[in-house]
């Protein structure tokens, strides 16, 4: 038979967001996304010591295993968080075991589901919210973060590492994620707002409030024994089953 005749399967992943915060113009507006099932060509990316190295080599598998033409800097971190989880089950199956403390658990990621949002919080085709600061009455304004605002966010917290040894992810983060203060959408006003006005315990209720907005696949665990739930862990056997 004719190489030219097979046909690699493929399934269709349904985002958290259901591309509701996509502009229409966006391909994931549409609220899915298509993605081809693991090859020998997926395994090498994961075994690529130069990706593992600089950080990049769940991405370079993403992108590979992604069939749809959009731009993977566009992505919502919480859809792109269910990208990964398809990817494992199309990769290596649904059957993920993990340990915690001393109990190992097997778990059937299939079953793993969006988390449920407020669209009501939503206008279609727009990525920003309004949001008051309980303990100063600030009015702000904010956006959820997509794979491009982390990559120039980790950027920025490398240079100022490397500059001074210091490391500011959660003021730097607060940075991007909010778009106006006050009604001013001035970068340098937003970045001094945050540096010198925003409260500590306003900035962790407002951390809250933005978890609680962002679409999301539910990553929540239920031990059979009843014990506490707690976060699915993504660790290294993830995507590499058979590590000892």
Do not use: C
Request: aromatic fraction near 8%; charged fraction near 30%.
């Amino acid at each position: 038979m004719a190489l030219d005749n097979l046909k690699l399967p493929t399934e269709t992943v349904e985002l958290p967001s259901k591309g509701l915060l996509y502009s229409k113009d966006n391909p994931l507006s549409s609220g899915t996304i298509e993605m081809k099932y693991m090859t020998a060509k997926e395994e090498d990316i994961l075994t690529n010591a130069a990706y593992i190295k600089n950080g990049t080599v769940i991405d370079k598998l993403l992108k590979s295993m992604i069939v749809s033409k959009i731009n993977y800097d566009d992505l919502l971190i919480g859809d792109k968080n269910a990208i990964l989880v398809a990817a494992r089950i199309l990769g290596y199956g649904k059957d993920y075991e993990f340990t915690i403390g001393d109990t190992t658990h097997t778990l059937d990621l299939t079953q793993i589901e969006n988390k449920e949002m407020d669209e009501s919080l939503f206008e279609s085709g727009k990525n920003e919210f309004s949001y008051t600061l309980p303990h100063t009455d600030t009015n702000i304004t904010f956006r959820l973060l997509t794979h491009g605002d982390e990559k120039k966010i980790q950027k920025e917290i490398a240079g100022i590492k490397k500059l001074n040894n210091s490391n500011p992810e959660g003021s730097t983060r607060l940075k991007y994620i909010i778009t106006s203060v006050a009604d001013s959408r001035e970068p340098k006003d937003i970045r001094e707002f945050v540096d010198n006005y925003l409260l500590a315990k306003d900035a962790r209720e407002f951390r809250k409030h933005v978890l609680e907005v962002q679409p999301d696949v539910d990553l929540t665990f239920f031990p059979d024994d009843g014990g506490e739930a707690v976060a699915i862990p993504i660790g290294a056997s993830f995507f590499y089953p058979d590590l000892d």
